[in-house]
């Protein structure tokens, strides 16, 4: 028996034992394959995060972020929704920015929510920064009473990370289950991990944002700016410059921004904004200049600059083109330079013939002289009233011309017979000087429309020009010949030519070549001024050429032809000889400047007729009842009464009705023409007078 009892003891012992080992063994089986699983999971979380920080890694906008956090935690949990929300704890609301939504869930992004009405404690509890972890809302304390509000969005579990920063709760990322759920502590850690990492990131990429909006608000203030800015670090590397500067500096930005100063413009180097920039640098004064930077031989381009030191121990500079500003700065200083030069010239050519004509009076005045020298001395003062009419009359054209008060008179002309008036007009000086002129007029007709007066003068004045300004025995070339649809005439001189730099302003007002010392050119530099304008006036162009100083000059006018049927014969009328009366004319003269009035009584008795003069219009009027004068000289400027309504007095009275009335005027306009023509007057006359053809008007009036 009491072996069979060892037997039996020891079999039960065995039996504990063989099932001691059983139970350790399937611990010790459960714990490994806990550990596989929990292995496997730590490598599916470190997986995920792997993937979740090489996605943040590419990205630069939070919204992004945030959904890419959001997809890749909701897939890697296999929950229903991820919520990212942004918490105002003012208002005690929160406003769902992002969602990710799996299983036919809505989405509910942007939409904004009470915090409490999903539980005051909860809400309380995320406030001190620690995790809510509901894994039944309707069985947990804290979310029961609230249970509608989340199932309103079909949530029945729930993990709620907050985000608080310097004691304020920023943010909430939720991870949502349409069924109840455990949370495990894994799955806490791991969601509150993602939560920081997807506030860091999207607090980053939303820096960079703002970064990059500032830069470009910066960029877009720069290259709205009208002048050139560039920035340059204490080595002379251009770090930025915007749109106005790089357009300036005829480069683009990646031939700038990176490299030299010096490089990008070497022909920059050594000039005076090489000087200027190393002062400002070394100095650290700020400063201005204006410099001309010469971008090529051919393109040369003002600028105003400004360079101020900046903190970094570079340069800022701002710079603008004034080369407009300059050339309008030159253009006024020339033509300020041409008018003291025209005013000068003005007050010699005027000192000239009064010069002679002072003498002449003097000479008249000494005593008794001999008839021969009284009519030298005639003679002189003749020729330069002369010379001062032609001088005012000048003057009176280009202020007529620069105003546009100019009226032609156009009608079909014969070339021909203008250029032959306008050679007759000139011979006297070209005979003076020596020259030899030589004409080539194309054959065949030269129609053309215009102003004959006014192309006879056109071609004078180059003609006069050519001969003042080429030494004495030169050598004078008229051509005219048709191109295209135009007359083509040309005046070539062999004289002192032009230099180049004059040649683009020889029609200018005001401009003149060199006077030769003898001042033998003389004039007032208007000729030519009036030559482009009347040229131009007709539809032509005037142009000049000039091989250079000694080589003589080349001007050439270019008038449009007359088509052939709109041409017509223009034939040039017998020139009218007025015919001797047997009796003289008794002629009345008004003018209230004494002078003028008794030196023309005289000329006018020395022609053989009778003269009175007055000097009022009341006086006029009364003498003119009692005289019955045949021809009345009245000056439009008198006192009282001007001429104009002396003329219709005189009109409207029988005794005077008949009289020929000639205005004797300083007033030559259109305008003044035609008032004295209306008023009644016969002719207008502008002083001083031409005698002779006031002597052929009264050789034609019949006495009464």
């Known amino acids: 028996m009491t072996v069979i009892a060892m037997e039996t003891t020891q079999r039960v012992r065995l039996e504990r034992e063989r099932r001691e080992v059983h139970q350790e063994q399937r611990r010790l089986n459960a714990q490994l394959v806990a550990n596989v699983q929990r292995l496997q999971l730590l490598d599916q979380h470190r997986a995920f995060q792997l993937a979740l920080a090489d996605g943040l890694r590419t990205l630069s906008a939070p919204e992004a972020a945030i959904d890419l ?58 406030r001190t920064g620690h995790a809510m972890v509901v894994d039944s809302i309707a069985l947990d304390s804290r979310t029961a009473a609230f249970a509608s509000a989340y199932e309103a969005i079909d949530v029945r579990a729930n993990l709620a990370i907050p985000l608080v920063k310097s004691g304020r709760m920023l943010a909430i990322l939720s991870l949502q289950n349409a069924q109840p759920r455990h949370w495990t502590a894994e799955e806490v850690e791991l969601s509150a991990e993602v939560a920081e990492r997807t506030w860091a990131t999207a607090e980053a990429a939303r820096a960079q944002a703002d970064l990059r909006a500032e830069r470009d608000q910066t960029q877009n203030v720069f290259d709205s700016m009208m002048e050139g800015l560039a920035i340059l670090d204490r080595d002379w590397t251009v770090i930025r410059m915007n749109a106005e500067g790089l357009r300036l500096g005829r480069r683009t930005s990646g031939q700038v921004i990176g490299r030299s100063h010096w490089d990008v413009w070497p022909e920059a180097v050594g000039s005076d904004l090489d000087r200027f920039y190393h002062t400002v640098m070394e100095t650290r004064i700020a400063g201005a200049m204006e410099y001309r930077h010469s971008f090529s031989s051919e393109l040369h381009v003002w600028f105003e600059v400004r360079a101020h030191p900046t903190p970094e121990g570079g340069l800022a500079i701002l710079y603008r083109d004034i080369d407009e500003r300059r050339r309008s700065h030159e253009r006024l200083q020339t033509s300020d330079r041409r008018k003291d030069e025209f005013l000068a010239m003005l007050a010699h050519e005027l000192r000239n013939p009064l010069a002679p004509i002072s003498a002449a009076a003097h000479l008249l005045n000494v005593g008794q002289i001999d008839e021969a020298r009284v009519r030298r001395t005639s003679e002189i ?21 620069s105003r546009g008060q100019v009226e032609l008179e156009q009608v079909p002309l014969e070339m021909r017979a203008v250029v032959v008036d306008a050679v007759e007009q000139v011979t006297p000086l070209i005979q003076q000087r020596g020259h030899h002129l030589v004409l080539h007029l194309a054959p065949g007709p030269a129609p053309v429309s215009g102003d004959a007066k006014r192309l006879v003068q056109v071609i004078a004045n180059l003609l006069a020009n050519a001969a003042k300004y080429t030494p004495e025995g030169g050598n004078i070339r008229l051509a005219m010949q048709m191109e295209q649809e135009q007359v083509v005439l040309t005046v070539q001189d062999d004289g002192i030519g032009l230099d180049a730099d004059l040649i683009p302003h020889i029609f200018e007002l005001f401009t003149q070549a060199e006077r030769t010392s003898d001042r033998s050119s003389g004039g007032l530099g208007l000729g030519l001024a009036l030559v482009r304008s009347l040229v131009e006036l007709h539809g032509g162009k005037a142009s000049c050429t000039s091989a250079g100083l000694g080589y003589g000059s080349v001007f050439t006018v270019m008038l449009p032809l007359l088509a052939a049927d709109e041409a017509a014969s223009h034939a040039v009328p017998a020139v009218l000889r007025p015919v001797a009366v047997d009796r003289p004319l008794l002629i009345m003269i008004v003018d209230d400047n004494v002078d003028a009035a008794l030196t023309l009584a005289m000329l006018l008795e020395e022609l053989g007729h009778r003269v009175i003069v007055e000097h009022g219009s009341r006086a006029a009027l009364e003498r003119a009842r009692t005289e019955h004068p045949d021809v009345c000289l009245l000056d439009i400027g008198l006192p009282e009464i001007d001429g104009n309504q002396l003329a219709r007095q005189l009109r409207a009275r029988s005794e005077t009705a008949a009289a020929t009335l000639i205005a004797v005027t300083g007033y030559g306009q259109e305008r003044d023409r035609s008032n004295s023509l209306a008023a009644g007057f016969d002719e207008h006359m502008v002083k001083p007078l031409d005698i002779d053809r006031l002597e052929a008007l009264l050789m034609v009036v019949v006495p009464r």
């Open 69 to 126: 956090a959001s997809a890749l935690l909701g897939r890697h949990l296999d929950v229903s929704r991820v919520m990212y929300a942004e918490v105002d704890e003012s208002a005690g609301t929160f406003t769902i920015r992002r969602d990710w939504t799996a299983r036919g869930l809505v989405s509910i992004s942007g939409e904004a929510r009470q915090l409490n009405d999903f539980g005051p404690e909860i809400i309380a509890s995320l």
């Open 381 to 401: 003062i003749g020729r330069q009233v002369q010379h001062l009419t032609s001088l005012v009359d000048d003057l009176l054209d280009v202020s007529r011309v």
